[in-house]
């Protein structure tokens, strides 16, 4: 390589060149970050995110490089009290584009990008810290950091405000519980006055005992985990503020524990819910669907353009489809194929399941209107349909991420799913593109 200025080339495998797509692309950019770490390389200059990639523009390569390095640098460390020499600083990577002038579009798509990781990390950050300090205060104070740092409203609902308005079955989830339950609603209004609002809502169960239906102590402390969606709703919250999108977005976070204890809901318990439906209580585990059920009927009022729910919900959606996608559910097929487009556009595999009537039966209850678990059979299902029930006036998506918000054994750690797809989402929906 006569001429060359670089101290050390670092050569990368792409494969064969028929197969070379998304999944070798990113593959290459991964080997190359890790190889990069362990070299502890202080910067390095790029020259595969200008080749081509079926399908994609070179903005989206260079989306794509930025997300890939910033995980692969990711380090959670602020609990261990030797921290490993950061000999792994990258102060500096260039992106070499060797065929002509840069188009905007590929400028553009960088500061995206960091904005977009930044987004990520939060919600990888928020998702790995421990339950005894990621509680629903600490949540409703990294809201209004967020808010302070980016102009952005913000209100938090409180125990009593929850009561005037009769959300019976989100307190019905915190009554076990020694911490205060908070709503969040975070508004962040870079569209047009009459634009009307993308509402995401999260599931923030800062820890998931089961309650009175106890889960089995195996990898119990997984269920600090199930605030993930919370977490990426405030990921995307950052992402689309620190790039000034220009879209209209509001972040609804019901968050509370749910602990057994003597003040707990029963199996059997019947409580009304926000909507004014009863619901029998027939296994506590089923604590989300409760405190979503309650912030979906509350999104109503913002007159919402299409409201998409977060959430860790069910062990059967990791059955169904392992770790690879998440579980989509939508009451609009239209609105289903714009976030399948969005997921195949971020890297961040959804696959849609159904949202047929036929399931609601198996909702049915003697008791009440409903009751909050459906069985064995088609568990993601179930749930989905429940929520169903309290989204009939909206356009509506749920997404179930338990298979894909965390890793488990060696690897063991918060992924920051699904928050690309979300903002990709929302970057989409106003008309921008990748
Ligand atoms: N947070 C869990 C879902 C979960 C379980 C996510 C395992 C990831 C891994 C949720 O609150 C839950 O407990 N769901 C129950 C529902 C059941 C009682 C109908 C489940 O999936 O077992
Ligand atoms: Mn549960
Ligand atoms: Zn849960």
């Not at 502890?40 to 997300?67: C, F, M, P």
């Not at 199930?226 to 709703?233: C, E, F, I, L, Y």
Request: charged fraction near 25%; charge should be positive; glycine fraction near 10%.
């Amino acid at each position: 390589m006569p001429g060359l200025a670089a101290e050390r080339v670092l050569l990368v495998g792409l494969g064969e060149s028929g197969e070379f797509g998304d999944n070798t692309y990113r593959d290459a950019l991964r080997a190359a970050a890790n190889a990069l770490k362990e070299l502890g390389a202080a910067d390095a200059t790029l020259a595969i995110a200008d080749l081509k990639v079926a399908r994609r523009t070179l903005a989206w390569n260079v989306h794509q490089a930025v997300g890939v390095f910033r995980e692969a640098y990711y380090r959670f460390d602020r609990l261990k009290t030797q921290k490993k020499a950061p000999a792994h600083r990258l102060a500096a990577v260039t992106l070499a584009v060797t065929s002509g002038a840069v188009p905007a579009a590929a400028e553009h798509a960088l500061k995206e990008a960091v904005a977009t990781a930044d987004g990520v990390e939060l919600a990888r950050t928020l998702g790995n810290l421990p339950p005894n300090i990621c509680t629903p205060a600490y949540l409703a104070d990294e809201a209004k950091k967020l808010a302070r740092e980016f102009k952005l409203q913000i209100e938090i609902l409180e125990q009593r405000d929850m009561e005037k308005l009769g959300m019976g079955a989100l307190l019905a989830v915190t009554r076990g519980s020694r911490l205060p339950p908070k709503l969040i609603v975070l508004r962040y209004s870079g569209g047009a006055k009459k634009q009307k609002p993308i509402v995401y809502v999260g599931k923030g169960i800062t820890f998931d005992t089961g309650g009175i239906s106890l889960k089995p102590a195996g990898e119990m402390d997984e269920m600090k985990y199930d605030m993930s969606g919370a977490g990426s709703v405030l990921g995307a919250m950052r992402a689309l503020a620190g790039m000034r999108a220009p879209v209209n977005a509001i972040g609804l976070i019901p968050t509370c524990e749910n602990m057994p204890g003597g003040n707990a809901t029963r199996p059997g318990d019947v409580v009304t819910t926000l909507s004014g439906q009863t619901v029998e209580i027939l296994n506590t585990d089923a604590e989300g669907r409760l405190i979503l059920c309650d912030a979906l009927t509350y999104a109503e009022r913002f007159e919402p353009e299409v409201v998409i729910d977060i959430a860790t919900l069910t062990g059967a959606c990791v059955i169904a489809l392992g770790h690879v996608a998440s579980g989509l559910f939508a009451n609009d097929q239209k609105l289903a194929d714009e976030i399948k487009a969005a997921a195949d556009e971020a890297c961040d595999k959804v696959w849609q399941m159904p949202l047929w009537e036929d399931y609601q039966e198996q909702l049915r209850s003697n008791f009440a209107d409903m009751a909050n678990i459906g069985g064995r059979p088609a568990g993601s299902v179930t749930a989905a349909c429940y929520l169903a029930r309290f989204t009939r006036s909206m356009r509506w998506a749920h997404l179930d991420i338990a298979g894909t918000a965390w890793k488990s054994g060696r690897e063991k750690g918060s992924t920051g799913r699904p928050v690309a797809l979300l903002t990709r989402f929302a970057l989409r929906h106003v008309g921008r593109k990748a």
